[in-house]
């Protein structure tokens, strides 16, 4: 009986650090993964976005694993759609990060 009683003991730490880890590193990345995922599904032809590198496009064409985007006035690329950094909101003119 005693036996039981330390082993629930020394367990208990860890499933105190586990929950402590799932509460505030697991579940918020989790959180943040799926709204950016409900965003790049959300974009649309004529949406503004910003990539990771810091470029500001505008979505001529929804492609598969692609975004066909204007640059500035002539100039277009294909840009990944892992590489969106986040949707250009045009009533806040502010930067988001």
Known sequence: ?????????SLLPLV??????????????RVQAKKHKEMLESLKKG???????????????????FFSVRLSDESTAKLSKEYVAYKV????TESKQ
Not at 1 to 9: N, P
Not at 16 to 29: G, H, S, W
């Open 16 to 29: 105190v650090l586990f929950a402590v880890f799932y509460f505030f590193l697991i579940r918020p990345q």
């Open 47 to 65: 949406d503004k976005i910003v990539s990771q590198g810091g470029f500001i496009c505008e979505i001529l064409k929804v492609e598969d694993g």
């Open 1 to 9: 009986m005693e036996k039981e009683g330390s082993l629930i003991v």
């Open 89 to 92: 909101d045009p009533t806040n």
